[in-house]
């Protein structure tokens, strides 16, 4: 689920510099390409906030006992926390 969320959010962000990029951006596109960088810091914090304690809490609970591995880099409290902002 973390992934899905962050391609989706990443996704909004793609969107929103290539929608505001060119010759002579106008208004609107400008108008939506804030409000995908609205929606994509949503998602980031939703992920910060709900997601990853839910992923830390799984992890520990299934590696209890046996040995730890690192998490995925692309889904550390400090890479999503570094886009929330």
Known sequence: MAFVLLTYAYALVNWATHGASGPEPTEAKMNQAADCLCRAAGVFDYIYETVLPKFYAARNLATATSIKQPAPLDISREV??????
Request: hydrophobic share 35%; net charge positive.
């Open 80 to 85: 999503v926390s570094a886009n929330r902002r």
